[in-house]
């Protein structure tokens, strides 16, 4: 988010999560610098409710989310865990519940979701990254799961999708060690889908929402859908879930018009929704 776009959404508050909508693509923002984007229990509930309330907004097509400053998000504010009357484990508790449900939204929502990984995505911040679809990731950017270096373990989803992406064997390298992964080891291994020069991490990411929803927004959402639910089906539910989803998208105005153009030998046109 360009710094006039990011002062003229802040008004005259200090907003923890921003939203600007540009062309259709909502960029979230989280803004919590001076904690390196950390979540409390206010930032994050916000977050959570933005999510909800993007999910279901016709004139949001796809979604990025990022930080502002220097990190992406160093995870769960664990300043704002110590003052909960020294009750770890209830703060904790109290936490997860309303990181999990922006977790959940963002993984349900049909339309594409992007992380732009301006700088440092550690804990929550490392298992909100891979919660997205796709990860653009800034090469002076560092991934870490960090929760094991400070006695604790995974939440947001990050014990789903980390042996997903990189494999069991490399996952409990990663949750052990706590070994920090610049931007060139995170695309070896796959964590992220590009890596670009500093401080382009944004503007790629719009480049490749541009590029997907140029494409059929219904495929691109049964697709994403597939392929969450094929983790929990068994082979013959899954076959029969892709025979309901095909002839679903056959029967869109996208699936009329992708199977015209093929046959038409021309670049299909495909509506928006």
Known sequence: MNEDAHSESMGTSA?????????????????????????????VQRLADELVALAGREDVRGLIVTGHGKA????????????????????????AARFHQAILEMRRMPKPVIAALNGLA?????????????RIMDRSAVLRQAYTSNGLSLDGGGTFTLPRIVGLARAMEVVT???????????????????VEQ????????EVMEDILSRSSSSFAASKQLLLESFGNP?????????????????????????????EKRKPRFQPV
Not at 75 to 87: E, P, T
Not at 177 to 195: H, N, R, S
């Open 15 to 43: 907003a923890d999560v921003m939203l600007e909508v540009q062309n259709g693509v909502g960029i979230l923002e989280l803004n919590r610098p001076k904690a390196y984007n950390a979540f409390d229990l206010p930032m």
């Open 72 to 95: 992406f998000c160093a995870g769960g504010d664990l300043r704002w865990i110590a003052g909960y009357n020294g009750r770890y484990g209830a703060a904790f508790h109290e936490l």
């Open 122 to 134: 550690a804990g929550g911040g490392f298992s909100l990254a891979l919660a997205c679809d796709f």
């Open 177 to 195: 060690f706590d070994a920090p992964i610049d931007a060139a080891k995170a695309l070896e291994w796959g964590l992220v889908t590009e890596v």
């Open 199 to 206: 401080g382009r991490s944004v503007a790629r990411a719009l």
């Open 235 to 263: 082979f013959e539910l899954q076959l029969e879930r892709e025979r309901e989803m095909l002839a679903r998208c056959g029967d869109h105005p996208n699936g009329h018009e992708g199977v015209g153009a093929f046959l």
